[in-house]
T-cell receptor
Framework: NAGVTQTPKFQVLKTGQSMTLQCAQDMNHEYMSWYRQDPGMGLRLIHY???????DQGEVPNGYNVSRSTTEDFPLRLLSAAPSQTSVYFC???????????????FGPGTRLTVL | TQLLEQSPQFLSIQEGENLTVYCNSSSVFSSLQWYRQEPGEGPVLLVTVVTGGEVKKLKRLTFQFGDARKDSSLHITAAQTGDTGLYLCAGGSPGTYKYIFGTGTRLKVLA
């Protein structure tokens, strides 16, 4: 199993450009999430999905769109990039929560995005 | 808004020393997880605690969930250079599918 894969690994955009960050998992996990990581702020949830066709907003959704047409893929779209979106983006997946507590989240290697 | 504050933010210690990292909130969480992140990689789960007062041990690492499920601690005994990394706590938000991540503690263990 490849686990959670993300592409690209690095990206530089100009203000106003759009792009899609790709995320795929081969573990048949129902739940997938996108986080951004900024210095001193941990990881903040952007959008998440509890299954194909179902998405919802996290803490910092503005400027980002997601869709979940298949269980495997969960792309993140930046509509009009801004310098404030310079960050490291992580995709994560996990199984549906079982009784007794939370399930393990598996993270991809991240995409480092710079917006000039 | 639920927040998780970690302390200290940075920690530099000598190999063999003990240390404790704290994760605090005014909110109740359904579970608490600890992750370690290496440079250039995503976080990797170390442990999940779900019951107030629960203590779990992973070799030299001891994790505790507060009785009220609002805080947690990670204690490392006899730190090694391989323990160097960013430690993140994450709280399960009750009634939702979301996790709230703490601000992180960057640990450096010197040989």
């Amino acid at each position: 199993n490849a686990g959670v894969t993300q592409t690209p690994k690095f990206q530089v955009l100009k203000t106003g450009q759009s792009m899609t960050l790709q995320c795929a998992q081969d573990m048949n996990h129902e739940y997938m999430s996108w986080y951004r990581q900024d210095p001193g702020m941990g990881l903040r949830l952007i959008h998440y999905s509890v299954g194909a066709g179902i998405t919802d907003q996290g803490e910092v959704p503005n400027g980002y769109n997601v869709s979940r047409s298949t269980t495997e893929d969960f792309p993140l779209r930046l509509l009009s990039a801004a310098p404030s979106q310079t960050s490291v983006y992580f995709c994560a997946s996990r199984q549906r929560r079982t009784s007794g507590g939370a399930g393990e989240q598996f993270f991809g290697p991240g995409t480092r995005l710079t917006v000039l | 808004t639920q927040l998780l504050e970690q302390s200290p933010q940075f920690l530099s210690i000598q190999e063999g020393e003990n240390l404790t990292v704290y994760c605090n909130s005014s909110s109740v969480f359904s579970s608490l997880q600890w992750y370690r992140q290496e440079p250039g990689e995503g976080p990797v789960l170390l442990v999940t605690v779900v019951t107030g007062g629960e203590v779990k041990k992973l070799k030299r690492l001891t994790f505790q969930f507060g009785d009220a499920r609002k805080d947690s601690s990670l204690h490392i005994t006899a730190a090694q250079t391989g323990d160097t990394g960013l430690y993140l706590c994450a709280g399960g938000s009750p009634g939702t599918y979301k996790y709230i991540f703490g601000t992180g503690t960057r640990l450096k263990v010197l040989a």
